[in-house]
């Protein structure tokens, strides 16, 4: 027979372990919505992120996407597809479920005096998988278009000053990590999807820049950008730029 104080013990004990599982409970939302364009036609396999989260889904066959464990609070929802101006929206988490629609609007995929070609089609998609990449939260760090110009870097090497694990040498950098000696290591350069050799990054004019990934070593850099690499325990440097007649 079990005691009163120890029935009363085991009691609070219960009460406390279920507040805590509801207060727990409590800030996990459902945030759902829908992604159409300016006709309100659905917009299927758009990219949908919460960068902050590292949160990364995809809309459906009808523009529909959504994310669990959301905790409450407000959050910034950005939205990309091929063909579509990327369009970020903040919105506030603080019922259970909240749905919202998210409209973007149509982007030309020819400017008047610009060739379109296969090149330019692959620096598309490259763009695409470097904002994906980032959202995910793959290894690495990330500096984007609006980063670098919130920097006001006059050359591309002063986006990564005070940056931890690079110094900045003449026109380039090198990453010093352990093992890579007082001279620092020499990082493989990547422009656009293609290993570049002899280039420095100030080679590379910072306003022409779309977006810039830095890989410490191999196991952070993604396959793609290891098999050609001559020092990819040196790390890895891979540069994106802007899409020709972009504003």
């Keep these: 027979m079990v005691s009163r104080p120890l029935r009363s013990t085991l009691l609070a004990t219960v009460l406390l372990l279920a507040g805590f599982v509801d207060g727990a409970i409590a800030q996990d939302g459902v945030l759902r919505g829908i992604v159409k364009d300016s006709t309100g036609a659905a917009i299927a396999d758009a990219d949908v992120a919460i960068v902050a989260l590292h949160k990364l889904t995809r809309t459906d066959a009808r523009g529909g996407f959504s994310f669990d464990r959301m905790p409450r609070g407000e959050h910034e929802v950005s939205v990309r597809r091929l063909g579509y101006q ?6 506030t988490v603080g019922d259970l479920v909240l749905s919202f629609e998210i409209v973007m609007p149509t982007q030309a995929t020819a400017v008047a005096g610009v060739t379109v070609d296969a090149t330019a089609a692959r620096l598309r998609l490259g763009i695409e998988e470097f904002y994906r990449r980032r959202a995910s939260g ?8 609006q980063e670098i110009l919130a920097r006001n870097a006059h050359r591309t090497t002063d986006v990564l000053r005070n940056t931890s694990g690079v110094r900045i040498v003449g026109r380039g950098v090198r990453f010093t990590g352990s093992g890579t000696g007082a001279r620092g290591c020499i990082p493989t350069l990547w422009l656009d999807g293609q290993a570049v050799q002899g280039m420095e990054l100030d ?18 850099t993604p396959l793609q950008f290891s098999h050609h690499a001559s020092r990819t325990d040196c790390g890895t440097i891979v540069v994106w730029t802007r899409i020709p007649g972009k504003g």
Excluded: A, H
Excluded at 138 to 145: A, E, N
Excluded at 205 to 213: A, F, L, N, Q
């Design 86 to 91: 990327p369009t970020t929206v903040k919105t």
């Design 138 to 145: 793959m290894g690495g760090q990330y500096f984007t278009r």
């Design 203 to 220: 080679n590379i004019p910072v306003t022409d820049i779309e977006g810039m990934e830095l890989y410490s070593g191999p196991s952070e």
